[in-house]
């Protein structure tokens, strides 16, 4: 079957770093996604991965390891605006996205 | 002016009502999706569309009909609203072809059927 499994929750501080875990299982595996959704509104895209390895882009990178069916999200200097949940989506063979239930970043002063 | 945008906004209405709610973009995407967002669950897709003829079903489509109009328009319907169809509605469109082309979203639709 299908499944991806990320942390429900996480609390943070302002100008820490934090690392959000997904592990997903697919039928077949064309690339990962990771997206910010605040609350209320639409999920807005942050990276892709296809190949093992680490992308980064500013103050967030993103790691997969295909193998482990494994990715993470890094987010450096958290800032308030930083509060929002943040969904895995692996694509599937079909080319469909996967969605987890996200995990929600709590940030504290 | 938005590249995806969703009417209404929100809607508040009556067990065995007809609903529909519309998706335009300006993104000149073939590939358009309609999904919905319950609390503590991931994104359920409930159909999609990847040209004008070509229209799927997604996971939990039963109770839902779906017209794409144009390249532009993808009309979700509900034709006797339930309570349990109470969610965050989502539209969202994705070029073709290549496995990294996001998916852009609509601001989304909060429907409530008392």
């Known amino acids: 079957g299908q499944n991806i499994d990320q942390p429900t929750e996480m609390t943070a501080t302002e100008g820490a770093i934090v690392q959000i875990n997904c592990t997903y299982q697919?039928?077949?595996?064309?690339?990962l996604f990771w997206y910010q959704q605040h609350a209320g509104e639409a999920p807005t895209f942050l990276s892709y991965n296809v190949l093992d390895g680490l992308e980064e882009k500013g103050r967030f990178s993103s790691f997969l390891s295909r193998s482990k069916g494994y990715s993470y999200l890094l987010l450096k200097e958290l800032q308030m605006k930083d509060s929002a949940s943040y969904l895995c989506?692996?694509?599937?063979?079909?080319?469909?996205?996967?969605w987890g239930a996200g995990t929600k970043l709590i940030i504290k002063p | 002016d938005a590249d995806v945008t969703q009417t209404p906004r929100n809607r508040i209405t009556k067990t065995g009502k007809r609903i529909m709610l519309e998706c335009s973009q300006t993104k000149g995407h073939d590939r358009m999706y309609w999904y919905r967002q319950d609390p503590g669950l991931g994104l359920r897709l409930i159909y999609y569309?990847?040209?004008?003829?070509?229209?799927n079903k997604g996971e939990i489509s039963d109770g839902y009909s779906v017209s794409r109009q144009a390249q532009a328009k993808f009309s979700l319907s509900l034709e006797s609203a339930i309570p349990n169809q109470t969610a965050l509605y989502f539209c969202a469109t994705r070029d073709s072809g290549r496995a990294e082309d996001t998916q852009y979203f609509g601001p989304g639709t909060r429907l409530t059927v008392l």
């Open positions: 697919t039928s077949g595996f064309n690339g």
């Open positions: 989506a692996p694509e599937g063979s079909n080319y469909q996205l996967i």
């Open positions: 569309s990847f040209d004008v003829k070509d229209i």
